[in-house]
Structure formats: C-alpha cells, structure tokens
C-alpha cells in the first residue's frame, strides 16, 4: 500500500468551514498545507481564521500535535492557482459546496494537474464519487472522505470508495487519517446517506414519530439521547451494547430479539418527511432555551463540550493502551 509521507504536501480546494478544519488537522499532524479557494478573498480570510482559531484552541489546551499553534499556522498557505495548491500534493481534500454540477465543474478542472500517485477526496455529506467523476481521466484516484462537524472534535470520517477506486487509493486514505488522529470506517460500496446519515436518520425519524403522536415533549425527546443513549454511545456502539448487556451477543438475541422485533412492528414504515408545520411546533419549544439569536453561542457551547468528550476520550484510551 502506498503510504502519504509525513513530509507531503496536503492540497485543500474550498476555504470555508470544513477547509479550514482539515488544514488545521494536517497541520495539526505536521503537513505543509496549501488552500485554494475560487474567491482570493476568502483564502486569506481563512488564513487568518486558521491562525485565530489554532491560538484559541492552544490557549483552551486542545490544540492537536506537538508543534506550537503558530508552527502549525505557519505550515498552512494559500495559492490563488489551482494547478499551483495541487502541485506536488499527495493528498486533495475537496471541500467545496455540496452541489453535484459544482463537484463534478471542480473535479474537472483539477482532472488535468492530478497524478498516478495522488489520492483525490471530497468532503461531500451525501454525494458519492459516481455521480460526478465518470469522465474523469483520474477517476480511479477518487473517493470520498466525509468528516463529521466539528472535525477537529469529532474524529470519524466516512472512507466511500466509487464502483472505480483503486483499492490501493482507499487504504492510503484510511491509512493517511488514522495517522492524522481521525477515526476511519470504510464502506465496502457506495450507499445513499453513507453510514453515519443512514444511522442518523433513523433516530430522528423514531424521534419526529413519537413528537408528533404527543408522546413526549422536543426537549424530553432529546434528553433519551442526551442523559441515555449518548452516554453510552460515546463510548460503545450499539452492537457492543448488545454484547454488553447480556451473556454475549448471542445471548443478547436469544434474550431480547423477539421483545426488539415486537417493539418495531409498532413502528411507523419510512420514510418520515420532516414536515415544517412539526417542526415549527419543536421550534416553539425549542425556542424557550434556545432562542434563534443565541445559535451562535450554542454552537460555541456544543464545541467546548466536544472538545472537553474529545480530551477525555483521549486520556482514557492513553491509559487503556
Ligand atoms: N458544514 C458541515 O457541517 C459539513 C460536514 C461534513 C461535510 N461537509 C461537506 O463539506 C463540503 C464543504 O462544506 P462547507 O460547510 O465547508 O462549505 P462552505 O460554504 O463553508 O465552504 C465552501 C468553500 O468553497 C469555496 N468554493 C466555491 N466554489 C468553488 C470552486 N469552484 N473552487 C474552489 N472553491 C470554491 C467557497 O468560496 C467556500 O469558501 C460540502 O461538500 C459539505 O457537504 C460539510
């Protein structure tokens, strides 16, 4: 397998807030990086947002790595040239809009300044690779690495090779996150909402059924997840659970399918169409905590939280290895 050296260059094309995000875990790992941005403007914008944010997270003492924040600031640049960011790079992360024709425009132009020995990633939540590389002359370099937000906290990234991508390019992307610090999950193929969205909306279609059948309030809805699964599944997913909370998984089954099978005959079949009118009602009541104007905040707050999980997830597996 071929491996991404720790002294490669890392080319990003798309400078708003994923862009960003993973300059600063390449940085974060020690690659020089160079960010590309159809908007001159904005490059610079994000590299002083990088700068800010990498002195902030140093300040809080969760700044990745080993180098000091400005080490890591100074290892990222800009390039207002497409061909210049991807010029030498063994790695391109993606992070443009998510917008097929978009996608499929950017992938072109870069198609001509890609190499045999480059791999080729987009961010895209839910665009697969086939949708927009099939003319590509370097399709077999393409894939996707979806991260999660924020993804300097959370560290899973969706690794979804196209019906076309060489076996070899999707190792060296899993390969190139783990030695970053992200955590990796590879499909096997393509499949619409990868894993992460497929699980995802499953909890929020069981949780808009039970809202609008007046079972329990929003904000009792998303204290099952807070104050009960959350917890738990911040550290072991629910197949582990299962062979947890029994004699092993096997028993797990033997105890409790048919109770589990019972449950979900009572479920509404999707799919759920998250309607307006329902969620105006959740916002109603969402809005006595968290009012439209202090999303911001909140978010800020989500942040912290994640990065205080994050440091304590680290710490514990330091102490398990
Ligand atoms: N925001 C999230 O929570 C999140 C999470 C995971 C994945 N993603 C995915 O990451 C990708 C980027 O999302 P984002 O939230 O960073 O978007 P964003 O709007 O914050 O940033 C997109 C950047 O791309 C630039 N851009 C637009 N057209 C371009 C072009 N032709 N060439 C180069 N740059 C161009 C824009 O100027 C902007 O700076 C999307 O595919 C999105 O689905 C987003």
Not at 80 to 105: F, H, I, M, T, W
Not at 131 to 148: E, G, I, S, W, Y
Not at 228 to 251: C, K, Q, S
Request: net charge negative; proline share 6%.
């Amino acid at each position: 397998m071929a491996t991404v050296q720790a002294d490669s260059k890392i080319a990003i094309v798309g400078s708003g807030l994923i862009g960003q995000f993973w300059a600063m875990i390449f940085a974060g790992a020690g690659f020089k990086v160079t960010i590309f941005d159809i908007y001159p403007e904005q490059i610079s914008k994000a590299l002083e947002s990088i700068k800010a944010t990498l002195l902030k997270y140093e300040s809080q003492g969760c700044l990745r790595g080993t180098l000091s924040a400005a080490k890591q600031a100074a290892l990222v640049t800009g390039s207002n040239e497409l061909q210049q960011c991807l010029d030498g790079a063994s790695y391109v992360q993606e992070c443009v809009p998510e917008s097929v024709d978009l996608k499929r425009k950017v992938f072109e132009q870069m198609d001509p300044f890609i190499t045999e020995e480059m791999v080729v990633a987009t961010s895209s939540s839910c665009i697969c690779v086939s949708q927009f590389a099939d003319n590509l002359r370097h399709k077999h370099r393409t894939l996707v690495a979806h991260p999660v937000n924020p993804p300097y906290f959370i560290p899973l990234v969706e690794i979804v090779p196209g019906p076309w991508t060489l076996p070899d390019v999707t190792a060296t992307c899993r390969a190139l996150m783990e030695l970053v610090g992200q955590t990796p999950v590879t499909l096997s193929r393509e499949v619409a909402g990868f894993a992460l969205n497929r699980i995802q909306y499953a909890i929020i279609n069981e949780c808009w059924n039970m809202y609008k059948a007046n079972l329990l309030s929003a904000e009792d809805i998303d204290r099952v997840m807070t104050d009960g699964l959350g917890p738990r599944y911040a550290f072991i997913g629910p197949l582990e659970t299962m062979h947890l909370n029994a004699d092993g998984i096997v028993d797990y089954c033997k105890r409790y399918a048919q109770g589990a099978y019972n449950v979900c005959t009572t479920f509404e079949p999707p799919p759920v169409l998250y309607d307006v009118p329902t969620a105006e009602k959740i916002l109603s009541e969402v809005e006595e905590t968290i009012p439209l104007d202090k999303v911001v905040e909140r978010r800020a707050w989500r942040d912290e939280n994640l990065a205080a999980l994050a440091a304590l997830k680290r710490n514990r597996k330091d102490k398990t290895d």
